[in-house]
Nanobody, 123 residues
Framework: QVELVESGGGLAQTGASLRLSCVAS????????MAWFRQALGKDREFVAS????????YYADSVKGRFGISRDNAKNTVFLQMNRLKSEDTGVYYC????????????????WGQGTQVTVSS
């Protein structure tokens, strides 16, 4: 079993930065691809970013490419999402996910999810 706990969300102004963290406990973190998704109020959960178990391969949604960066520290069982130049449309609950099977951009591919952390961007 895997437990994922996100932190680092909060209220930020347009153009500011936030850094989210997701700490994993349980088996196989260092061998699992990891991802961040987000869900705005009234909308479906959407892919934000993912990276391979080694951290060498990263993938981003077009809406965050060039502004967000995903990374991991396998020694600390932690994956990060650095969010820069935040926009109001980045507002939502951000979820960490692990152990994908299949399409890494699909919510259906992931076996484990955190409880989410709220990010609110206002002007």
């Amino acid at each position: 079993q895997v437990e994922l706990v996100e932190s680092g969300g909060g209220l930020a102004q347009t153009g500011a930065s936030l850094r989210l963290s997701c700490v994993a406990s349980g088996r196989s973190f260092s061998t699992s691809a990891m991802a961040w998704f987000r869900q705005a109020l009234g909308k479906d959960r959407e892919f934000v970013a993912s990276l391979s178990w080694s951290g060498e391969m990263t993938y981003y949604a077009d809406s965050v490419k060039g502004r967000f960066g995903i990374s991991r520290d396998n020694a600390k069982n932690t994956v990060f999402l650095q969010m820069n130049r935040l926009k109001s449309e980045d507002t939502g609950v951000y979820y960490c996910a692990s152990e994908p099977r299949g399409n890494y951009r699909s919510t259906f591919s992931y076996s484990y999810w955190g409880q989410g952390t709220q990010v609110t961007v206002s002007s």
